[in-house]
Structure formats: C-alpha cells, structure tokens
C-alpha cells in the first residue's frame, strides 16, 4: 500500500543550515549533508532544502551543497528558492536535486509551471503556496515568503498549477504555520477534493497526533515540518510508529 | 571490469552513479556500444515519455547493443517499460524481452477516476523471487514515480499495488532485471538492490 510521507525541511543559508538541531552527536550540526543523512538513517521519507540566501554567490554555495546531498543521500529530496526559470530547474536537477518547488516565481509567472512540465515532466514540479484565510473558506495566496499578498486565491490556484503540470502541491497555511497547534486539515481536505496530484500539508505542526490529523481529516499525502523535528521534539522513528498505531500506512 | 550506465540523454542518470559509488563501484557513464557490451553489467536508467526515449536509444544506435548483451542487465523505471513488448504511451514498440507484457496507463487499469497519477511515494513490495532481492523480506518499502505500469506476468519477479491495481514492481528473464521503482532512492532497501545486482556483474 503507498505510504504516507514524512518529509522534513531544511533552510539553507550560504551552504548551511540555520534552524537549531537537536542531533548532539552530529560532527557538524549546520552542515545540510550531516543532517539529511541523519534525517534519512531515522527514516523520513523526503527531504526539502529551501536556499533563503539572495545573493547569486550564494546560489553557487547551494547547488555545490545540492551535489553533495546527492552523492550522499539515498532517498528523494526537493530543493526549492529563489528559482526563477527553467535554466535554473535545469542546474539544480543536474547537481542531482529530485524535485525543485518554486512559490512566488510561479504566482508572478504561472506559465513557468508548463515550461518546467513540458521540459522534465510533471514529476520534478513542485509547486509550493503560502496562504493566509481571509475569511471562512476563503484563502489569499502571498508570494515573497509569505510578505506580499497576491489577488489569487488558494483552491483556484493549486487547480490551476495542476492543471498546467504541477505534479505536487505543497502548501503551508500561514496562520497554522509556527503555531504548533496543528494542520490546517479544513483547508487540506478542500484542498484533495479538487486535487488529482499529491498534495504536502505544511506548517502547524506540534504533536504527532497532529500528523495524524493530517492524514485522517485533511486527506494530505504527505506532511513536513521543521521545528519539531529539528529541536526533538518529535523524533522520527517514535513518529512512524504512532502513525502505524493509528493504521496509517508508513514505511518502517 | 565495471559496470557501465547507458548515457542516452533520457535519463536521471546522476542518481544511479552516486548509488553505485556509494556501493563501492566505479561506473562508467558510455554511449559506446563496444564499452556497453565489454561491460561486467549494465543500467539502463531512464525518466521520460516511452516512444521518446525509445527514439534516444535508436538515435544512439543502442537497441541492437542492449538486446545482445549477455551479462547482467538493470533497466530501472521507463527501463522496465522498454524491456517489454509494447507501451500505451505513445503508441510505442519496445525492445521486447518481455515477450507479451503490454505497458499501460494506470486509470485504463483502476476502477477509481480519482486516483491521483503519478504513483508517487513509498510502496511496498511482495512476492519477492530473483537474487536482486537476496535477503530482503516481504513488505519491504522502495520509492516509486510513474504513470504506466505492467501488469504482473510470468516474468514478474515482485508485485506492488496501487488504486487497486496488482502490477510488476520487477521483472526478470534470463540476464535481463527490471525494477518500476527507483533503487537508486529506495534508501536502504534499494541499498541492498543495487549490491545484490552489483554481486550478479562480478559473479
């Protein structure tokens, strides 16, 4: 039976990863390729790591650490910031990134996600949206890290993207987002029903019942989270376990 | 000898070197007919639509290469579906060592309008029977991405399931091994694949 996913995300700023960890026994705890081995030998099922540098040297920085993730790791990682075209999906595919997420470059562009689409396949496009509720029901999508509100709204959007060759959608709900008071399951279960692509739940999570949720009442494909996983506080093998407690399909 | 991966412009061919470094190989990325068939084994990676890969390896003048190879040879993912007889996507003839397995779209095959294609993700493998899967247990969970499968056949060697459709996770005949998914990102189960396969080239 296909598994639920569980995918932890990691920020990367000039090669490095800048959220604390709570891994003691890791040599070097800000190097990206120390960390997604760990990640990988405690069994989560996917890897993001989200380049937040701006600077072109720092693009450099990051697809040399994209290569090294790659000869590294052994299981599926999407890289996603800061891309802006094809060319970029191209080099960040060649240092041997799965999947590549762009956010607000498909929002002001959204034919970037048929030329991603058309040139590698569905597979590799990962379209991630950040979005605040409005109202009841009512979704506004924000491009630049969640810091400028955009007139598209969340379930037109995240259809549209498919529609146009997304193959997975990531989206993070601003207001669940830090909070730890769990997914944003509402919004995710409206979300699947108008989805035929895999859909990530993104940001909330606090406790490991709240990934159930996610899975049960949001219908999510998959769940990432950040925080509580990199401070300990939800250790991945204890995670997978509860799930499958739960009857929740998991790779253990 | 080392083991040689087919470099025919369709492929994620990065990801199956770094696996085989990490085994311990030194494999050669070649389009060279004579390294191919001078090779101790042979990958055949591959990502993409069926007829135009098949086109990369006759462009390449590949196909007669591969189908006379007599070591070990690994077709991972869209390798599968041109080691069979025919695929539904784009109408394509393939190379056929799998006389008879006909590669389909996965809603021609599921009774579920709803189910999201790709299978993407983690799955699980039973009816395990070839040495690629030498000390591996039923169940065990490899990593997936396609829209397209082939229904188990004689030549299937373990089965997956998704949306309620049975198909060919591995096949097998003669020197010729096939996985749907991805060893190559199977974590350590596709670890152990890869050894096992690396095992079948040195024998």
């Not at chain 1, 159930?212 to 950040?226: H, P, R, T, Y």
């Not at chain 2, 060279?32 to 462009?59: F, K």
């Not at chain 2, 579920?112 to 070839?130: D, I, T």
């Not at chain 2, 591995?170 to 998914?181: D, E, H, I, L, W």
Request: a negative charge; hydrophobic letters at 40%.
């Amino acid at each position: 039976m296909l598994s639920k996913r569980i995918i932890s995300c990691l920020d990367v700023k000039d090669g490095r990863t800048v959220k604390g960890t709570c891994f003691v026994n890791l040599r070097e705890a800000g190097d990206p390729v120390e960390l997604g081995k760990t990640y990988s030998e405690q069994g989560v099922d996917e890897l993001v790591f989200l380049d937040i540098t701006a600077s072109h040297e720092g693009r450099k920085t990051f697809t040399d650490m994209v290569s090294r993730v790659a000869e590294a790791l052994s299981i599926p990682f999407t890289v996603g910031g800061g891309v802006q075209g094809p060319d970029d999906v191209a080099r960040l595919l060649d240092a041997g990134a799965d999947k590549v997420s762009i956010n607000s470059s498909a929002l002001w562009k959204p034919e970037l996600i048929d030329a991603i689409a058309t040139r590698f396949g569905s597979q590799v496009c990962v379209v991630a949206i950040d979005a605040h509720q409005v109202s009841p029901g009512q979704w506004v999508c924000y491009a630049n890290g969640g810091r400028v509100p955009t007139e598209r709204e969340l379930f037109t959007w995240a259809y549209e993207a498919q529609e146009r060759g997304a193959g997975e959608i990531l989206f993070t709900s601003m207001d669940h987002d830090g909070s730890r008071s769990g997914f944003a399951n509402a919004a995710l279960a409206s979300l699947n029903e108008r989805l035929r692509i895999p859909l990530i739940a993104s940001g909330g999570a606090g406790c490991m019942q709240d990934f159930a949720d996610a899975f049960n009442l949001g219908k999510a494909d998959a769940a990432l989270a950040a925080g509580v996983f990199h401070f300990g506080d939800i250790a991945i093998p204890q995670l997978k376990s509860f799930l499958k407690q739960q009857n929740i399909p998991v790779r253990l | 000898m080392s083991i040689a991966v087919i470099n025919y412009n369709a492929g994620n061919t990065r990801s199956v070197l770094n696996a085989l470094k990490r085994a311990g190989e030194q494999p050669v990325l070649t389009a060279d007919p004579s390294v191919i068939s001078s090779a101790s084994g042979v990958i055949l990676p591959g990502q993409g639509e069926a007829s135009n890969v098949m086109q990369s390896l006759r462009d390449c003048k590949l196909v007669e290469t591969i189908l006379n190879l007599r070591q070990p040879v690994l077709g991972i993912c869209i390798g599968l579906q041109l080691f069979c007889e025919y695929s539904e996507e784009g109408d394509t003839i393939c190379m056929g060592m799998f006389p008879g397995t006909r590669v389909r779209h996965f809603h021609a095959l599921s009774t579920l309008p709803s189910l999201k294609v790709p299978h993407m993700g983690w799955n699980s493998l039973h009816g395990l029977r070839s040495p690629l899967f030498q000390g591996m247990s039923e169940g065990t969970y490899v990593y997936f991405v396609h829209s397209f499968c082939a229904p188990p056949t004689q030549d299937t060697c373990a089965t997956c399931e998704y949306g309620g459709v049975p198909f060919a996770a591995a096949m097998q005949r003669g020197n010729f091994y096939a996985t749907q998914f991805h060893p190559e990102k199977s974590g350590c189960a596709g670890e152990q694949i890869i050894r096992n396969f690396i095992s079948l080239c040195h024998d």
